[in-house]
């Protein structure tokens, strides 16, 4: 194999990395309970907090993260009309949740024998991390919204900037749905 193939192949498979932890898209959805009616709702709170492990200790030790996606979600909520109240009956109970595995994308491991297009196909192992809000109806308990997005945190837990970022989008995402 020539050295311009191979170092053709190399900056393919490089470039393609970049792109994956770079500029991995990030998916967003929401789920509404049937029959739900957002304009009983007007004030809430946050509910007691996650107990259960991000999967990533720079996080679940880090106040910053806690501290800005309750701030967004405070900021975002302000701005539709949603008042925060300390009251012990508000409408609704928020809620975060936070989770950050390795992720593995392996999209053209499966491509026919022979094929030398792609003939060096690759699989590639990122950091992936999953956000979700919920709106919990404080009177009945039932979760009657939830809101999460997805997608590469690669290198973000580690840059703070970086980090707030990424959660401004993803916490203003969730909440226009």
């Not at 498979?13 to 990030?26: D, H, K, P, S, V």
């Not at 509910?47 to 405070?74: I, K, M, Q």
């Not at 909520?77 to 593995?104: C, I, M, W």
Request: glycine fraction near 8%; charge should be negative.
């Amino acid at each position: 194999m020539s050295v311009s193939l191979r170092f053709g192949r190399f900056a393919a498979a490089a470039f393609a990395a970049l792109a994956l932890t770079g500029c991995a898209g990030m998916h967003v959805g929401s789920y509404l309970e049937r029959g739900a009616d957002f304009t009983r709702h007007r004030t809430y709170n946050w509910g007691p907090a996650d107990r259960l492990s991000t999967g990533d200790p720079r996080l679940d030790g880090n106040p910053f993260f806690h501290d800005r996606v309750r701030a967004d979600v405070e900021r975002v909520l302000a701005t539709r009309g949603f008042e925060k109240t300390a009251s012990a009956t508000p409408d609704v109970l928020v809620y975060y949740h936070t989770n950050v595995t390795q992720q593995l994308l392996a999209s053209d491991i499966d491509r026919p024998i022979g094929d030398d297009r792609h003939d060096d196909s690759r699989a590639f192992v990122y950091e992936g991390g999953t956000l979700v809000v919920d709106f919990v109806d404080a009177r009945t308990n039932s979760l009657i919204w939830r809101g999460w997005a997805k997608g590469s945190v690669e290198g973000v837990i580690d840059n703070q900037e970086w980090m707030e970022q990424k959660i401004d989008e993803a916490i203003t995402r969730i909440l226009e749905r």
